[in-house]
Nanobody, 124 residues
Framework: QVQLVESGGGLVQAGGSLRLSCVASGRTSNSYAMAWFRQAPGKEREFVTAISWSGGTTNYADSVKGRFTVSRDNAKNTAYLQMNNLKPEDTAVYYC?????????????????WGQGTQVTVSS
């Protein structure tokens, strides 16, 4: 079993920055992709970004390209999401997810394990 715990969310003004972390524990020995998704109130969960095991392949939603950066430290079993120039429309609960495959997919069903989420609120 794998557990994912996100942290780093909070309240920030528009234009500000936050860095989210996701620590994986349990059976983490295989190579796997990690991703971040988000869900705003009344909306469906949407893909934000994904990263392959080596970090050599990344994938971003158009809405966050140039503002968000995904990274990972496999020695620490941790993935990060650096969010800059935040906008009110970025307000959502952010979830990290772990895939059973090593492919930076944007499809939720490609991910087997999910964290509990961390709230990000951007004020205007």
């Amino acid at each position: 079993q794998v557990q994912l715990v996100e942290s780093g969310g909070g309240l920030v003004q528009a234009g500000g920055s936050l860095r989210l972390s996701c620590v994986a524990s349990g059976r983490t020995s295989n190579s796997y992709a990690m991703a971040w998704f988000r869900q705003a109130p009344g909306k469906e969960r949407e893909f934000v970004t994904a990263i392959s095991w080596s970090g050599g392949t990344t994938n971003y939603a158009d809405s966050v390209k140039g503002r968000f950066t995904v990274s990972r430290d496999n020695a620490k079993n941790t993935a990060y999401l650096q969010m800059n120039n935040l906008k009110p429309e970025d307000t959502a609960v952010y979830y990290c997810a772990r895939s059973r495959l090593n492919a930076a997919s944007g499809i939720p069903r490609a991910y087997d394990y999910w964290g509990q989420g961390t709230q990000v609120t951007v004020s205007s």
